[in-house]
Each structure stands twice: as structure tokens, then as C-alpha cells.
């Protein structure tokens, strides 16, 4: 496995709305819970400094100096609530229920230089809020206002309130995150559903079109690129079911055309035969410059009627009235009167005992094309075989001339067509071996033409052992 990747446009879609969800709900909820959890802690911070403040008055007048133990224990007394502890210093000497170790030095210099100072610090494992400050001595003097009195006051207040704050802060923005997921979600498939409904209807009507019906259209609905695509597939279909119907009313006339003059070609050509077959007779008692002259019309006559009768059959496939006139058939009696009755001198291979039901007539034309072809355009000897088994019949018809080119073989059964364009016409019509495909097709079977590995050209025939009309 080279990977995992995104393949649907509904997956990519969905996936895309949800990552789009996540990152919006992570960053509104991140922005907002950072904002408030800030906002709680200083509004805390704030209403902390304003209440020691406002305890440390309760401490005044202060204490003659030196201060003793007894005197900074009963301030600690005071300053000590239900959610803090004190610590009250002066001169080496402490007071109170505050642990020394919450206050840093950072802290303490920042006391020391006059100023109410706050911090947070970790005491066992527990957020808390650490505030100091120093009393100070008012002196009257403008220059300097007030001095130190040498006497610290910290104060250790809970946090656990403002962490429970924070703590539900924290689970509504991922319970709030959660909600915009799933209803990204539902807007994704409703979105993809919206997008890749059209979408569908136009693979499905490509696909129509795509099999030969030309009636494929696809409903536009709005006024959308979707709806823009819809009407360019529907106004692309209409124009081609307009070109695809001419070009068929066209080839339906050439046809038409080619079955009328070949039909009305057969009557004067039947009545040219009849004279050149007399003069035939006649030839041979006739001048050399006359009797060749005889011979080369009534050759061109025969060779003409073969073509119009070839033209007759074509025109009957392509109409789709060819049918086919099957009986059980000896196949290598078949194929032995076939090269009987043309002459054809060739090298056989016909196994007796392999029958199957066939049209006669038509085997005749396929085989009698096979091997004229193999004569005329190959080289001696041609061989023909014949092998069968439960399915059918397989006829191969070889030769040992040079074979066949790459570039002929995907044309050889097309008609009129010619390997070598400077031959401008030879003695076959040019459709025999197209004749032959179309009777090989009309039972149900199979031409194929290939190269022997020792060189020639084959053309193997497969019918099956018995076809039904």
C-alpha cells in the first residue's frame, strides 16, 4: 500500500469542512479561553491588591520600633481570612501562618522597593496568589512623603475558585468546538450533496451518451456554474445527435445508393457475361491483337460482376438483412469442395469426422476469400488446417510468403484497403476478405489475421460447433 489517499469528492469535501471546523473552533475557543482566563485572573489579581490594601489600614498606628515577635503575630492575626494566610516580617523577625517559601526573591525585592507586588507560585502542587506589600511612615516632607517602616506583610490567597472558572471555561470551548464539528459536518454533507448531485446526474448522463444514446440531457436547475455546465453538456449533446443524425442520413443514402446502382449494374452485366462467354468460344479462332482483346474484356466483365455481387452482399450487412441458412456440415468435405470448385492447388490438413452446424454457402465464401487471398498476395505453399473441439471449429489458413506489416494488421478486414498504396487495383474487389469477417461475425464466431513465427501470414477462423439462426 503506497498510501492513503483521498480518492471521492465527498470525501475531500467532508474532510475539508471538518478540518475547516476544527482549526475555526480551536482558534475561537483557544483566543477566547486565553482572553478569559486572563480576564479572570487579573480581575482577581486587582480586587486581591484593593482588599490587602485596605486591610493593611487596619494595622495602623503603627508599632513604636523595634518591632518584637508578640507584635508581628498579632498583625498576621488580623491580616489571616477564611481563603488566606499571612505572613507579617520585620528585621529578621516573622510572624504567621504563610509558608516563607511562597515568597521568591524577585517578589520580595519588588516589596521592598515600595511597591504592592502580586505573583503567582505553586505551593504543594496548588496554583496559588502571593501578595506583598510594605508599610510605610508618612513624613510631611513634600520632598520625601513617606519612608519605610522595616515591616513586610505577604499574604497567601486560594486560586481554587478562579481554576474551577477557568476549568469550565476550558470545557465549553471543547464542548463548543465538538458542536461546530458535528454541524460542519452536517452542512459538509449537505453541501456535498448540493455540489455533487448534478455532478452525479452528469457522469451519468456522459456515461449514457457516451454507450450511443444521443437523447441524454441533464435538467438544469438555477443560475449557477453547475447550471452553466448543465446547459453547455445539454447544448454540446443537441449538436451532436444533430451531426450524428446527418452523418447516419448520409450513410444510409450512400448505401441505399451503392444497393441501387449495384442491382441495376446486374442486369446489363448479366447480358455482357452471356456475350463475353460466347466470345470466349470464339477466341481462339480470332487474330492475337482480337482473341487477347477478347479475353482481357471477358475477364474484366467476370471481375466486375464479382465486385457488384460483392457490393450486394456488403450493402445486405450493413441493412442487417444477411440470416444465415444452417444444416450439419461436414467441415473438411466442405472445405475440400470449396478448393475443388475454385482449383485452388494448396496443402490440407482436414481431419474427417468434425461436423458442425453451419451455413454452407456462406463457410464457402469465407473459405474461398481465406485461400484466394493466400495465393494471390502470399506465397506457395498455402496450407490449410482444420482442428476442432467442444466449444467449435477453428480453420487456419497459412501461407509462406512475408507476412504481414504491424501497421497493416489492424486494417486487414476493412474494405477497400490496400497494404500497398502504389498498387491502384488488383484482381480481388478489395472486399473479400471484409465479406469474410462480416460471415464469421454472422455465426457468432471469430476472424483473426497474424504472422507465423517462421514467417507468412495466418488467418485462423473460430465458428462455434453449432450456430442458431
Not at 190 to 206: D, I, K, Y
Request: aromatic share 4%; glycine share 8%.
Amino acid at each position: 500500500m503506497t498510501g492513503w489517499r483521498l480518492r471521492g469528492l465527498r470525501t475531500r469535501l467532508l474532510v475539508a469542512f471538518a478540518l475547516l471546523s476544527v482549526f475555526t473552533a480551536l482558534a475561537v475557543a483557544g483566543i477566547g479561553y486565553v482572553r478569559a482566563r486572563d480576564g479572570i485572573l487579573q480581575r482577581t489579581q486587582d480586587n486581591a491588591a484593593v482588599e490587602m490594601t485596605t486591610q493593611l489600614k487596619q494595622l495602623y498606628p503603627l508599632p513604636r520600633q523595634p518591632v518584637d515577635t508578640s507584635t508581628l503575630q498579632a498583625a498576621a492575626e488580623r491580616l489571616d481570612g477564611r481563603k488566606s494566610s499571612a505572613l507579617v516580617t520585620s528585621g529578621g523577625h516573622s510572624a504567621g501562618d504563610m509558608p516563607a517559601s511562597a515568597i521568591t526573591p524577585e517578589l520580595r525585592q519588588v516589596v521592598r522597593s515600595g511597591r504592592v507586588a502580586w505573583q503567582r507560585v505553586d505551593v504543594g502542587g496548588v496554583t496559588q496568589l502571593v501578595l506583598g506589600a510594605q508599610l510605610l511612615i508618612s513624613t510631611g516632607d513634600r520632598r520625601n512623603p513617606t519612608i519605610p517602616s522595616g515591616i513586610e506583610v505577604y499574604e497567601l490567597r486560594s486560586l481554587d475558585a478562579e481554576i474551577d472558572a477557568v476549568n469550565r471555561l476550558a470545557r465549553d470551548a471543547w464542548l463548543a468546538g465538538g458542536a461546530a464539528l458535528v454541524v460542519a459536518l452536517v452542512l459538509a454533507v449537505l453541501a456535498a450533496g448540493s455540489v455533487l448531485r448534478p455532478v452525479g446526474e452528469l457522469q451519468r448522463a456522459a456515461r449514457r451518451l457516451g454507450a450511443g444514446d444521443l437523447d441524454a440531457r441533464i435538467t438544469v436547475r438555477g443560475s449557477d456554474e453547475l447550471a452553466s455546465v448543465a446547459e453547455t453538456f445539454n447544448a454540446t449533446a443537441e449538436s451532436l445527435q444533430r451531426h450524428v443524425g446527418e452523418l447516419r442520413r448520409m450513410e444510409a443514402d450512400a448505401r441505399r445508393f451503392v444497393a441501387d446502382v449495384s442491382h441495376e449494374l446486374r442486369t446489363p452485366l448479366a447480358a455482357m457475361t452471356a456475350v463475353t462467354d460466347m466470345l470466349d468460344a470464339e477466341a481462339k479462332r480470332l487474330p492475337d491483337a482480337a482473341g487477347e482483346a477478347v479475353r482481357l474484356v471477358s475477364q474484366e466483365t467476370h471481375n466486375l460482376t464479382r465486385l457488384v455481387n460483392d457490393l450486394i452482399e456488403v450493402t445486405r450487412f450493413d441493412s442487417g438483412t444477411a440470416s444465415l441458412e444452417v444444416d450439419d456440415v461436414d467441415v473438411a468435405e466442405a472445405v475440400r469442395a470449396t478448393l475443388r470448385a475454385r482449383g485452388f492447388a494448396v496443402e490440407t490438413d482436414l481431419p474427417d469426422g468434425i461436423r458442425a452446424r453451419v451455413d454452407p454457402r456462406r463457410l464457402d465464401v469465407i473459405m474461398a476469400n481465406l485461400v484466394g487471398n493466400a495465393l494471390r498476395h502470399g506465397a506457395e505453399p498455402v496450407t490449410v488446417r482444420l482442428r476442432g473441439d467442444q466449444a467449435g471449429i477453428t480453420l487456419a489458413v497459412e501461407d509462406s510468403g512475408p507476412g504481414l506489416d504491424e501497421e497493416v494488421l489492424p486494417h486487414v478486414f476493412s474494405r477497400f484497403y490496400k497494404a500497398d498504396t502504389a498498387r491502384s487495383r488488383s484482381e480481388g474487389s478489395g472486399l473479400g476478405l471484409a465479406i469474410a469477417w462480416e460471415n464469421a461475425r454472422l455465426h457468432r464466431g471469430e476472424l483473426v489475421a497474424g504472422n507465423r513465427p517462421e514467417g507468412g501470414a495466418v488467418f485462423t477462423l473460430w465458428l462455434p460447433r453449432e450456430v442458431r439462426r
